[in-house]
């Protein structure tokens, strides 16, 4: 068995990182680190992103409860569909807005990946997971630009550990090394989260194009 000898972490970092990019310089993400994407859209966009998180906590719980020391990398305190579900509430919104195109291709995708490389599902939370570390600044330029409050309110997901974020994000890394994955594992979980980063940004540009045919 090949060991992936530089590190989960590193080699995830290192290929996804042109995916990563992409999704980054995108119009809808350089609007939302601006403070310019409409409100409606950042609802639109938690309603699309409850979709992919709900979907996604389903297979980590039943990888999780076959796999135990998993439970290093994702628990209870990991979750994000709770706080958009409080989010969207609290903006008023509704919590079971139709999935567009692309959530409803992550979603079967996920089915996929659960039955085909299970393990391949840690790809998508490394990419969710690690948005928080940017999300956390977005949050400051969506509270003034919405009139949330500094409390957390309708910002919830977008800063789900408050000052303690760095701590949170090096612990799920150091638990993702310490799982000691052989490189045929890591493979897949790499596969995925190039996939993830380049459905995300399909995403802002699926929301982009909804509002201007709406214009």
Same mark, same amino acid.
């Given at each position: 068995?090949?060991?992936?000898?530089?590190?989960?972490?590193?080699? @995830?970092?290192?290929?996804?990182? /042109?995916?990563?990019?992409?999704?980054?310089?995108?119009?809808?993400?350089?609007?939302?680190? %601006?403070?310019?994407?409409?409100?409606?859209?950042?609802?639109?966009? @938690?309603?699309?992103?409850?979709?992919?998180?709900?979907?996604?906590?389903?297979?980590?719980?039943?990888?999780?409860?076959?796999?135990?020391? @998993?439970?290093?990398?994702?628990?209870?305190?990991?979750?994000?569909?709770?706080?958009? %579900?409080?989010?969207?509430?609290?903006?008023?919104?509704?919590?079971?807005?139709?999935?567009?195109?692309?959530?409803?291709?992550?979603?079967?995708?996920?089915?996929?990946?659960?039955?085909?490389?299970?393990?391949?599902?840690?790809?998508?939370?490394? *990419?969710?997971?690690?948005?928080?570390?940017?999300?956390?600044?977005?949050?400051?330029? *969506?509270?003034?630009?919405?009139?949330?409050?500094?409390? /957390?309110? /309708?910002?919830?997901?977008?800063?789900?550990?408050?000052?303690?974020?760095?701590?949170?994000?090096?612990?799920?890394?150091?638990?993702?090394?310490?799982?000691?994955?052989?490189?045929?594992? *890591?493979?897949?979980? *790499?596969?995925?989260?190039?996939?993830?980063?380049?459905?995300?940004?399909?995403?802002?540009?699926?929301?982009?194009?909804?509002?201007?045919?709406?214009?």
């Amino acid at each position: 068995m090949k060991t992936n000898t530089s590190g989960t972490m590193l080699t @995830l970092r290192e290929s996804t990182a /042109g995916h990563h990019r992409r999704a980054e310089q995108h119009e809808f993400q350089q609007q939302f680190v %601006r403070g310019t994407l409409p409100r409606a859209l950042y609802v639109r966009w @938690l309603g699309q992103m409850l979709h992919v998180h709900a979907a996604l906590e389903a297979h980590l719980d039943r990888l999780v409860a076959r796999n135990l020391q @998993l439970k290093s990398v994702f628990d209870d305190s990991r979750r994000k569909a709770d706080p958009l %579900r409080k989010d969207l509430a609290f903006l008023g919104a509704a919590t079971d807005q139709p999935a567009l195109p692309t959530a409803l291709a992550m979603m079967a995708w996920m089915d996929t990946l659960a039955e085909t490389h299970p393990l391949a599902v840690l790809g998508v939370l490394y *990419v969710l997971e690690g948005s928080t570390n940017g999300s956390k600044f977005i949050a400051r330029k *969506v509270r003034p630009a919405y009139e949330l409050p500094a409390n /957390g309110e /309708g910002s919830a997901y977008l800063d789900p550990y408050g000052d303690v974020q760095p701590v949170r994000w090096q612990e799920f890394k150091t638990a993702m090394d310490a799982l000691n994955l052989p490189a045929s594992d *890591v493979e897949p979980i *790499v596969a995925a989260a190039q996939q993830t980063f380049d459905s995300i940004r399909e995403l802002g540009a699926e929301l982009l194009a909804s509002q201007a045919a709406a214009a």
